[in-house]
Nanobody
Framework: KVQLVESGGGSVQAGGSLRLSCTPSGFTFDISDMGWYRQAPGNECEFVAR???????YYADSVKGRFTISRDNAKNTVYLQMNSLKSEDTAVYYC???????????????????????WGQGTQVTVSS
């Protein structure tokens, strides 16, 4: 059974930092592209960042320069380091696994994305100004 276990969410003041972790199981991690989406209240899911199995990283313009995605294949874990957090970063963050190399869509219904990728349960990040 595939599982993606996320941790590291919480509440922080604007300008602060958080690090999210996602540890999946049930598939071959080191050959899978891994990424993060987020859903703010009332919005669709928004692509945040992804890390390809061959070491390339991609970011949404809204987080570029502030967020860093990385992975540790020995620990089967992908991280999202979030610095200089803003109130608009407040959202539920979802870890996604894409071993099929499907297209990462910018904005999409979270329910459809959970059918498209392996999907985590989500972790809340709240940034207060």
């Amino acid at each position: 059974k595939v599982q993606l276990v996320e941790s590291g969410g919480g509440s922080v003041q604007a300008g602060g930092s958080l690090r999210l972790s996602c540890t999946p199981s049930g598939f071959t991690f080191d050959i899978s592209d891994m990424g993060w989406y987020r859903q703010a209240p009332g919005n669709e899911c928004e692509f945040v960042a992804r890390d390809t199995s061959d070491g390339n990283t991609y970011y949404a313009d809204s987080v570029k320069g502030r967020f860093t995605i990385s992975r540790d294949n020995a620990k089967n874990t992908v991280y999202l380091q979030m610095n200089s957090l803003k109130s608009e970063d407040t959202a539920v963050y979802y870890c996604a696994a894409n071993p099929w190399r499907r297209l990462w869509i910018g904005f999409y219904a979270c329910s459809s994305l959970s059918d498209r990728f392996y999907w985590g349960q989500g972790t809340q990040v709240t940034v207060s100004s």
